[in-house]
């Protein structure tokens, strides 16, 4: 039998997200610990520049083919190694946090290095056509756009609650 890749959530104290990121990641290696990261694009004295910011402030997310059970074991071993892990994220006594369906929208926004970037797209007819980038089919997710910071904001159904994140968008034209 085959095992599933799941995703854990942990909550963190906040700013300690890449220390205690590290920290796992060199620990053990039957895992990858990671935090979801944005470009954002911003502009200062005419010219454009990328800047990365965390997607969920204060959350780690660890992908493993350690069953829930184990994975309980071992977090309660870093616990004891390592201050700043608050609690695991669960969606219900024996399901992680995220859900298969929240996990595969995520694996869809987020590229090999775990970030969300810039996506570029028109309007047309007051509808959003994203051409290129990470949000191409996630269309009906975007909330609102604002085309002078080419910025969007997507509502997500996350971890038992409405998450909304800013991310690039880059509207080319509006027809």
Known sequence: ??????????????????????????????????????????????????VEKVMFPSYLFIESDIPSKDFQDLLKKIRMKKTGIIKELKFDEETPALRDDEREYLEGLLNHEYKVT??????????????DGPLKGYESYITRIDRHKKKAVLSLDLLNKEVNVTVSLEIIKKI
């Open 118 to 131: 810039k996506s570029t797209g028109y309007i047309e007819n007051d509808k959003v056509m994203i051409t």
């Open 1 to 50: 039998m085959e095992n599933k890749t799941n995703w854990y959530v942990l909550f963190v104290m906040g700013g300690k997200e890449q220390q205690i990121c590290d920290f796992m990641n060199q620990e053990y290696d039957n895992w990858k610990v990671f935090i979801p990261k944005i470009e954002i694009i911003h502009t200062k004295q005419g010219k454009e520049f990328f």
